[in-house]
């Protein structure tokens, strides 16, 4: 069973660590806007499964409520021009990187007002113009194209960074040892994040990877910094993240980061919360270290934010949420004529087509 | 016109396009400091450098991966595959993150991306060295494959494909790279998609790619003297997007068609050309089309054996004395 003392302790590979104590320097403006994104995660998310349900969201729809503050603290301290890409939990990266909620929202509908068109659903987000690149639904699959996004980088001698979420079950698949050592040998900026929630779909990950920290797979790749962090904690996430984020952008060294953290819904919105797997005790228990509701008060502690103004906040992003659902419904389904227009960057080649003639 | 050889031309083509575009950089194993698993990318880690021509460690999937992703950001990669039966390990980078990204995003990551690399059976390789895969890629939309016969078309059709906005998946012929022919000095290009005749004749048409356009070639000749009649070969030189026009011109003339092929029979191109055909000309055919193609049995190493699995000049001409009613 997954419990919290699971975060037992944090490698010291990196040369400055740091915990997530205090706000690390940010101003309350920034502490209020992390707080923002996450609650625009949620209630998003809460939306997007009341749609879901009423059958206005199809096909797979995976949840991140409850793991918040990874996307949160890895995400926002990164610069415009630098890249995110992650797997199919993918809703509140493209939401705290700056994703529209309407164009996130239409997405999930499969309207031509989402951020993909309506091509790719609520596993493919992107967004290119925020170097959005996606929500890819292959285990694994996208960690590769991440050192080929830091490859490019040091190609161009650009400083970007690439930051890479992926969940805890990819660091059994071949394309993880396959990227983290291309990235370490040739020093690539890339930032590989584990969002350990402790189970891939319904099987905890301690039942299948040899290993009983996923971060100590970094030590296989030499140059590879690592570090494991309090994923609850928006402000530990963050405060490892920024440090990746340098050695990346000075050092060209890529980083292993492993948030333990916890999804409180099913796998996806047709798997259960809880069952055989796991027990509602245990789900409970973590919804008590709720990222949110911990890091809202300790910003009340702290005077960033009064209880008011938490409270309007919230309102704010439920009000968000159902606008995005309003605009989703209200936005067309794409053309049958679009059927054609994605496959190729040019006009589809003749021939091929003709065989559909009698569709 | 100078005379080289298909490895030659393809090693023009690297040159010139990386000459050309700096967004153009080869990633493979053996390309840089070993100058080539088949010397296809002899003497560009010198003029390059090593962040233009990378060693890849043996990890097909991640380097095709690599490819992608830079792809993504603008850069052009070309992923060599020391032979397209390691690139089944990369098969989830061409086909579920290659060939779907521009759909997928609705538009806004278009990956211009060539694989390449030899295919096909070269001699006593066995089982898993021989195969020709041509097929497997062809079925998947998002992609363009190509698979050229000769030094001309290998240098033009290479250089297409580099300039290409989408991936495509080039397969050479490994028992092509010594094959000559002429190149001319001058800049050249020979478009994706378009099919060209070989050899005219008004009897038979005989469609290939690849290594069974020069076989068709043989049987053309020898049907020419042994049966007075006369083969227009058509090289298809791109499986996908086929340039089926060029197939229907020549069959709508001689009435009668073999398709010759390396790979297996079951779903291959042939398979789909054929279809194509009937659907399109059945009225013009005299005799039901002819598929020449491997044995349907993983490539043996005995030499004897081998022989029976590949299919040569000779099954194409009986084939073609059979749509001929030749007997």
Redesign the interface.
């Known amino acids: 069973m997954a419990t919290k003392e699971r975060v037992t302790r944090a490698k010291t590979k990196m040369e400055k660590p740091r915990d997530g104590e205090g706000f690390l320097g940010l101003g309350h403006e920034e502490l209020r806007e992390v707080l923002r994104l996450m609650l625009l995660s949620r209630r998003f998310e809460e939306k997007a499964a009341e749609s879901y349900q009423m059958g206005k969201i199809g096909g797979f729809c995976h949840l991140y409520i409850g793991q918040e503050a990874v996307a949160a603290g890895a995400l926002t301290p990164l610069r415009e021009d630098d890249?995110v890409?992650t797997g199919y939990r993918d809703h509140a990266l493209a939401l705290v990187r700056g994703v529209a909620p309407k164009a996130v929202m239409a997405e999930l509908y499969g309207r031509v007002d989402?951020?993909?068109?309506?091509?790719?659903g609520s596993m493919?987000l992107?967004?290119?113009s925020l170097n959005f690149?996606?929500?890819?639904a292959?285990v694994g699959?996208?960690?590769?194209?991440?050192?080929?996004?830091?490859?490019?980088?040091?190609?161009r001698e650009g400083d970007q960074v690439v930051l890479c979420a992926f969940g805890d079950a990819a660091v059994n698949i071949?394309?993880f040892h396959?990227?983290l050592?291309?990235a370490a040998?040739?020093e690539l900026p890339v930032i590989y994040l584990i969002e350990n929630n402790a189970y891939g779909m319904g099987t905890d990950i301690r039942r299948t990877a040899a290993i009983s920290q996923l971060v100590d797979r970094a030590c296989a790749y030499e140059g590879l910094a690592a570090r494991q962090v309090d994923g609850m904690d928006v402000m530990a996430v963050r405060a490892a993240t920024e440090e990746a984020i340098e050695l990346a952008r000075e050092e060209h060294r890529p980083s292993l980061i492993e948030a333990l953290c916890y999804r409180y819904m099913g796998h996806s919105m047709s798997d259960p919360s809880h069952g055989t797997y796991r027990s509602r005790d245990e789900v409970e228990r973590w919804r008590k270290d709720d990222p949110i509701l911990c890091f809202s008060d300790r910003l009340v502690e702290g005077g960033v934010i009064s209880r008011e103004e938490y409270e309007e906040m919230d309102r704010a992003a439920i009000a968000e949420a159902e606008e995005a659902a309003a605009f989703a419904e209200q936005s067309p389904s794409p053309e049958p004529a679009d059927l054609y227009?994605?496959?190729?960057?040019?006009v589809y080649?003749?021939?091929?087509d003709r065989?559909d003639l009698w569709r | 016109m100078a005379v080289i050889t298909y490895r030659e031309a393809l090693n023009q083509a690297l040159r010139e396009e990386m000459s050309r575009d700096e967004r153009v950089f080869l990633i493979g194993e053996e390309v840089a400091e070993y100058d080539g698993a088949y010397k296809v990318s002899k003497g560009l880690l010198e003029e390059f450098g090593k962040w233009r021509v990378r060693d890849a460690p043996i990890a097909e999937l991640g380097f095709a991966g690599l490819g992608v992703g830079a792809a993504m950001t603008g850069l052009r990669p070309i992923v060599e595959f020391m032979t397209w039966n390691f690139a089944l390990l990369a098969i989830d980078q061409i086909v579920n993150s290659a060939a779907k990204l521009h759909q997928m995003s609705g538009g806004q990551y278009n990956v211009p991306i060539v694989f390449r690399g030899p295919g096909g059976a070269a001699l006593m390789l066995a089982a898993q060295h021989s195969q020709a895969l041509e097929p497997w890629f062809a079925y998947v939309p998002g992609l363009k494959v190509c698979s050229p016969a000769t030094p001309y078309d290998a240098k033009g059709l290479l250089k297409s494909a580099v300039r290409d906005d989408d991936p495509v998946v080039f397969i050479e012929g490994e028992l092509l790279y010594n094959v000559k022919g002429e190149v001319p000095e001058e800049e050249y290009v020979v478009p994706i998609g378009s099919a060209d005749v070989k050899r005219a004749g008004s009897d038979v048409t005989i469609v290939a790619y690849g290594k069974m356009v020069h076989e068709s070639l043989v049987a053309a000749e020898r049907l020419a003297a042994e049966d007075g009649l006369e083969a227009e070969v058509v090289d298809l030189r791109t499986v996908r997007p086929v340039d089926l026009s060029t197939v229907l011109e020549s069959v709508r003339k001689t009435n009668r068609v073999v398709v010759a092929e390396e790979g297996w029979p079951v779903g291959n191109v042939g398979a789909q050309l054929t279809d194509d055909i009937q659907r399109e000309a059945f009225d013009d055919l005299d005799a039901p089309v002819a598929r020449v193609s491997a044995l349907d049995v993983p490539v043996p190493y005995a030499r004897n054996l081998e022989k029976l699995v590949v299919p040569s000049a000779d099954h194409i001409l009986a084939a073609a004395r059979h749509v001929g009613y030749i007997t």
């Open positions: 890249y890409i989402g951020c993909s068109k309506g091509m790719g493919h992107f967004e290119r690149m996606g929500g890819h292959i699959g996208h960690l590769p194209l991440a050192a080929g996004v830091g490859y490019a980088i040091r190609y071949g394309s396959e990227a050592n291309m040998k040739w227009r994605y496959v190729y960057s040019d080649p003749h021939g091929a065989r």
